[in-house]
């Protein structure tokens, strides 16, 4: 299929308080958690991207005609761009800004929302249907609550291709989001080695019971820990993601919405208490 490219022309980047213009979104709520940036975050200088690798996130209302996108960007992250024109009836943007397409983006400017300046659809990826469907608003929210703008993730991104790619094809969605999950907190920052206990500094033990650290990493479990305890085999499991086994299924579950909590500060995944609901993941 012929690639279908849309040029948006502007005179400057644009300036916007993204509070003030929310309203009306009737897709699962993304709207980022209070949490603390990682890392101070640089604007690039004024100037031009084009042909990037991205896909949308999140997009909402900005003033009558416009839309504010967030999108995942692979060398550049998560960025938020204002789309001129992307409301009117008969703007080709409607059809290409949507979640989950592989996209190629292009901008302009150095305010912390920039200027959309052209989006081509490049296709490659099958869509996703019904229960996936809800899984990919899943993968969403958490890169929307858990990435700082302007911070490139490339390992991320390619993590993020490869479980849409997978939920496409009705690969069991535990198993790639327990993936997904894992690979966003070690690529952000968040989440280090877990084969190496952080008390002695050895090999973790396959058949010793641990708990994990949200800010240290893996220690042998203590009787009066409340935070979820795990088998050693569970974590080495993990980190070479092999989720064969029904007990690293099911400790890895609770494990992961524990570190995501703490993480999030306490603040509500909106998809996940669906997914929680439905699929029982």
Known sequence: MAALIVEVHSSSAASADEQSARSGDARPAVTPAKTATRRPRVLEKDTRIAEQPGFVLHSYPYKETSLIVDVFTRDHGRIALVAKGAKRPHSKLRGVLQTFQPLSVGWSGKAEVRTLTSAEWVGGLLPLEKSALLCGFYLNELLVKLLARDDPHPALFDHYVSALNQLAHDEPAAIVLRKFERALLKESGVSGD????????????????????????????????????????????????????????????????????????????????????LLQL
């Open 194 to 277: 877990w084969t190496i206990c952080t008390a002695t500094r050895n090999p973790l033990l396959a058949g010793l019971n641990y708990v994990v650290d949200p800010e240290r990493g893996p220690r042998p479990a203590r009787p009066a820990d409340t935070w979820p305890q795990v088998a050693g085999k569970t974590l080495l499991d993990m980190e070479k993601e092999d989720y064969s086994d029904a007990t690293t299924q099911m400790q890895s579950k609770f494990l992961m919405r524990f570190l995501l909590a703490h993480h999030l500060n306490g603040a509500p995944l909106n998809t996940r208490q669906i997914l929680i609901d």
